[in-house]
């Protein structure tokens, strides 16, 4: 049973940075994809960042040059270094895991706020 834990969410002022974790437990895999999404009130779910096990990247345009992902493939981690931070960035940060033959797991999310 894989299961996945954020830590890191928290109240921050605009310009500053933030740190998400996310660790999966459970057997993942060598062939994998991590990512983080996020979910403001009243609007959908959307990707943030995301990167595969062999390390190639993939940002939403609102957040490239500010967040950087990056992965531990021998801890099964995934961080997201926010810098930078705007009151847009405010939402619901969630860690999800896809496994090679379509297993799909999610995080319970952590929450983010921007504001002064």
């Known amino acids: 049973q894989v299961q996945l834990v954020e830590s890191g969410g928290g109240l921050v002022q605009p310009g500053g940075s933030l740190r998400l974790s996310c660790a999966a437990s459970g057997t993942i895999g060598s062939l994998n994809v991590m990512g983080w999404y996020r979910q403001a009130p009243g609007k959908q779910r959307e990707l943030v960042a995301d990167?595969?096990?062999?390390?190639?990247?993939n940002y939403a345009d609102s957040v490239k040059g500010r967040f950087t992902i990056s992965r531990d493939n021998a801890k099964n981690t995934v961080s997201l270094q926010m810098n930078s931070l705007k009151p847009e960035d405010t939402g619901v940060y969630y860690c999800r895991l896809r496994l090679a033959f379509g297993s799909d797991y999610w995080g319970q999310g952590t929450q983010v706020t921007v504001s002064s």
């Open positions: 990167i595969i096990s062999r390390g190639s990247t």
